[in-house]
């Protein structure tokens, strides 16, 4: 859509909900069904006839027909085919939602995924019949320590906020282990992810919060106050959720390690610094990988995920288990080459002395792990520069192009997200109001009100996949919006004007979500 037509009230689009007829059209299959009408006639049965009640227990019976849809096999079709033109997603157009990382997906990965080697392993088959995928854990294991700069890792947990759950689990036993048993505080910046306290607290911590100074990052001297003897480590999203880099990392790591406490990094962003830098280096003992964001997956909805976590030598004995190990004297390559040679075997670990034990069945979402592996692979090393290459480039463009018009939070150059404001807009527009116009532009909204620390706060990540003319358009879309708050504010408040649903509870909507109508 380009930015001048837009629509400006529900029923100048022909409204998305009615098919492409432009009528409202039913959205449920019920409204669709009309007595008597069949998609398929399903032979009848040869079983022999037995009174459900003489097997079934009492109560389990129906005692009234299932009411059911009664719909043509072309009426069905054209019903989830609309239903699933009114979903959003990346395969659609741009979706710039910052923190999340919605880049474009490689299809190789889906083609790699669905072999019937790893698309048909059943969880339970023996480590003989399951080599293969064996040697792709310890391998994609290998490449995330590579990345990462740090020791050893595991793929057990399932997202983001479970590897952080299960870092701060290790963390916890390595510290028990050490003398360090009632060192009972995190820190944590105000930036950060609400998923990093939450997972603090579910680990037995508390938290205590650190202010960020007011270039973003880390005010050293509010740092210097908090650091005690009760610090068990700080959790530090770098770069941050305000898309920066923290400059007094290296420093900041010395401090925590000088009072006896571990530095554990939320890695959800490590798409800006792939290939350029490595936490392990710059003094960080552990720390997570989104799957899902920075080695692509698609994600959202509460899909499958995978949040694996990397540790130093000191903390690996921790790690849980079931993992997968080299089995001695097989590998060409040694346990800590990233190629294990043709003769290589592996097997799982269940149990490990010093291990925290486990966290989640079997071996976490193996789908994405495929996935995840591939992508790296199909990239190289090369290809994985030039990811973070072009999502800072991408970031900073927007940035630039947009600066004039929205105000950037924190001005200077960003990684691959920024935050901007809607503070200040003519006649009251919200960052809500800019969000939901950008509906009827045929953009998906950027995160607003995250970070918490800015005001009617968005945060954009166009990501490294999209060209300048995807972007271009984004910043007309932003440019007219803006022209509009001034012009006509009443379509912005009650935007979007495209879709069937406008502006639901979204309190109620998570919390009590109807997915039927
Ligand atoms: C996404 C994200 C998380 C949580 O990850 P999930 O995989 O969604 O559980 C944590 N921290 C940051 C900064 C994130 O962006």
Same mark, same amino acid.
């Given at each position: 859509m380009t930015t001048t037509d837009a629509p400006t009230h529900a029923n100048d689009t022909g409204a998305a909900c009615g098919a492409t007829t432009g009528e409202q059209g039913p959205l449920t299959i019920f409204e669709k069904s009309s007595p008597g009408r069949r998609g398929v006639r399903v032979p009848t049965t040869d079983v022999p006839d037995v009174d459900p009640s003489s097997v079934l227990p009492e109560g389990a019976t129906r005692t009234a027909k299932a009411e059911l849809p009664e719909v043509g096999e072309l009426g069905v079709l054209r019903h989830y085919t609309h239903l699933s033109t009114l979903n959003f997603s990346i395969a659609n157009a741009f979706y710039p939602l910052g923190s999340c990382t919605m880049k474009y997906n490689p299809l190789v990965n889906e083609k790699v995924a669905a072999l019937p080697?790893?698309?048909?392993?059943?969880?339970?088959?023996?480590?003989?019949? /399951?080599? &293969?995928? #064996?040697?792709?854990?310890?391998?994609?294991?290998?490449? @995330?320590?590579?990345?990462? *700069?740090?020791?050893?890792?595991?793929?057990?947990?399932?997202?983001? /906020?479970? &590897?952080? #759950?299960?870092?701060?689990?290790?963390?916890?036993?390595? @510290?028990?282990?050490?003398? *360090?048993?009632?060192?009972?505080?995190?820190?944590?910046?105000?930036?950060a992810h609400g998923t990093n306290p939450a997972s603090c607290t579910m680990a037995g911590f508390t938290t205590r919060e650190l202010k960020s100074n007011d270039q973003g990052g880390v005010d050293m001297d509010a740092l210097d106050e908090v650091l005690g003897p009760d610090v068990a480590g700080l959790m530090i999203t770098n770069p941050s959720t305000l898309g920066l880099f923290e400059p007094n990392i290296r420093k900041i790591c010395e401090k925590i390690h000088g009072v006896g406490g571990l530095v554990y990094m939320d890695g959800a962003n490590m798409n800006a610094i792939l290939g350029r830098t490595r936490p392990g280096d710059f003094g960080v003992d552990v720390m997570h990988f989104n799957l899902h964001k920075t080695f692509s997956q698609p994600h959202g909805g509460g899909g499958p995920g995978a949040g694996p976590i990397a540790v130093s030598e000191a903390l690996s004995p921790y790690l849980p288990t079931p993992k997968v190990e080299l089995v001695e004297g097989t590998g060409g390559g040694g346990a800590h080459g990233a190629d294990p040679g043709p003769d290589a075997t592996f097997r799982i670990v269940r149990c490990a002395e010093q291990s925290i034990g486990t966290t989640r069945g079997f071996l976490g979402n193996s789908g994405v792990v495929v996935r995840a592996y591939s992508y790296i692979r199909s990239l190289g090393e090369r290809g994985l520069k030039r990811v973070s290459e072009n999502a800072v480039l991408n970031a900073n463009?927007?940035?630039?192009?947009?600066?004039?018009?929205?105000?950037?939070?924190?001005?200077?150059?960003?990684?691959?997200?920024?935050?901007?404001?809607?503070?200040?807009?003519?006649?009251?527009?919200?960052?809500?109001?800019?969000?939901?116009?950008?509906?009827?532009?045929?953009?998906?909204?950027?995160?607003?009100?995250f970070p918490l620390i800015v005001p009617e706060a968005l945060m954009i990540e166009p990501t490294e996949t999209e060209s300048k003319e995807t972007l271009d358009e984004f910043v007309a879309a932003m440019k007219a919006i803006h022209a509009e708050a001034e012009s006509d504010p009443d379509v912005l408040h009650t935007a979007p004007h495209s879709r069937c649903i406008g502006r639901p509870d979204e309190v109620r909507a998570v919390k009590q979500p109807r997915v039927t109508v």
């Open positions: 080697g790893f698309a048909a392993m059943h969880p339970m088959q023996s480590e003989d019949q /399951a080599q &293969g995928f #064996l040697e792709l854990y310890w391998r994609l294991e290998r490449l @995330l320590c590579e990345v990462s *700069g740090l020791h050893a890792a595991s793929i057990h947990p399932t997202a983001g /906020a479970h &590897g952080e #759950l299960t870092a701060l689990m290790v963390m916890r036993k390595y @510290l028990d282990d050490h003398g *360090g048993a009632d060192r009972k505080v995190i820190l944590i910046p105000d930036s463009y927007l940035r630039v192009m947009l600066r004039d018009t929205y105000r950037v939070w924190f001005p200077g150059p960003c990684m691959h997200e920024f935050v901007a404001t809607a503070k200040g807009m003519p006649n009251g527009i919200k960052a809500t109001d800019v969000a939901k116009r950008l509906i009827d532009y045929g953009i998906h909204p950027p995160t607003i009100y």
